[in-house]
């Protein structure tokens, strides 16, 4: 269906994350979806996101 590019762990966000692509003919309508993701041979469930995983705004490093 698609690869992962990166990954890393995201701080703000308290949980690991991965950048990837996703062919867009098998991808679900809305942009946003749930897979897996094989990581050293196991499944791990992941989450497709089309909005950003950031506070553009910066209002939680102002609390």
Known sequence: ???VTSGA???TLGGAIG???VDSKTAPNSGEGRFSIEVAGER???AALSSPMY???G???RC
């Open 59 to 61: 209002r939680r490093i």
């Open 19 to 21: 950048l990837g692509y």
């Open 55 to 57: 506070d553009p705004t």
């Open 44 to 46: 791990v469930p992941a």
């Open 1 to 3: 269906m698609g690869h």
């Open 9 to 11: 762990y995201g701080h």
